[in-house]
C-alpha cells in the first residue's frame, strides 16, 4: 500500500517511516511533485491536520494523511499549542520557539506540557483522526542533540532525558506522534 504523508519535514517522514509495517510504503509531498507550502490556517490542531490531508486528496487525487503537532503548556493555556512552529516568528526556527518559552516560563514554577498529536487519514472518500497525547514538562535548558522541535527541552513523564535525548527509535515508541501513527496502523490493519 502506498500513502501520500503530506509533509516536507524530512525528521517526521523518517520518524513515520520506522513506525510503519514495511507493507505501507510512504510518498513525500515532493514525490508527488507538491512543491508549494500546504496552508496552516486553521486554530486547532485537528484542523490543521484536516486542511492538510484535504489539500493533497482533493488537489493530488491521492489516499493521504497528514498530522500536525503542537506543544501545550498548562501554565501558558496551552501555548504555543497550534502556533508551536512559528511560536517565536514566520522563519519556524526551533532554538527562536526554545528560547521565547523558557523566557516565558523564567519565574513559572508549574512547568507542565503535553505534546498532542493529531493525524488525518483520507482513505477511499473517508476522514479518520488518530490523536495522540504524551503528558511531560518543560526544563529550564537544553539538553541533547537527537529529534528537533521542542525535544531538547520537554521531558515526558516517567522519565529523565529529555526528548533529546533518545534514540529516534526509543522516542517514537513513547511520543505523541508514535502514539497517533500506532492508531492509523492499527486502523489501516
Known amino acids: 500500500m502506498q500513502l501520500v504523508f503530506a509533509s516536507s519535514n524530512q525528521n517526521k517522514i523518517k520518524e513515520i517511516q520506522l513506525l510503519l509495517p514495511q507493507s505501507i510504503q510512504i510518498l513525500s509531498l515532493q514525490d508527488i511533485g507538491c ?5 496552516e490556517t486553521a486554530e ?16 493530488f487525487g491521492y489516499n493521504c494523511f ?4 503542537g506543544l501545550e503548556v498548562e501554565v501558558l493555556n496551552g501555548a504555543p499549542g497550534v502556533h508551536s512552529a512559528r511560536y517565536a516568528g ?15 516560563l523564567m519565574d513559572e514554577s508549574n512547568r507542565s506540557a503535553q505534546f498532542k498529536t493529531v ?7 473517508k476522514q479518520t483522526l488518530f490523536t495522540g497525547v504524551i503528558k511531560g514538562k518543560i526544563i529550564k535548558e537544553k539538553i541533547g542533540t537527537h529529534g528537533f522541535g521542542y525535544d531538547p527541552i ?17 522516542k ?12 492509523l496502523v492499527d486502523f489501516l490493519k
Open 154 to 170: 520537554f521531558i515526558a513523564e516517567g522519565y529523565d532525558k529529555t526528548f533529546a535525548e533518545l534514540s529516534i527509535e526509543e
Open 119 to 125: 493525524i488525518a487519514l483520507n482513505l477511499n472518500g
Open 90 to 104: 514566520e522563519q519556524k526556527d526551533a532554538n527562536n520557539n526554545m528560547d521565547k518559552l523558557l523566557l516565558n
Open 44 to 59: 486547532t490542531i485537528e484542523g490543521n491536520a484536516i486542511l492538510k490531508a484535504n489539500y493533497v486528496s482533493e488537489t
Open 66 to 69: 497528514a498530522d500536525d503537532t
Open 35 to 39: 512543491f508549494e507550502e500546504i496552508p
Open 172 to 183: 517514537s515508541k513513547i511520543s505523541h506522534r508514535g502514539l497517533a501513527v500506532k492508531q
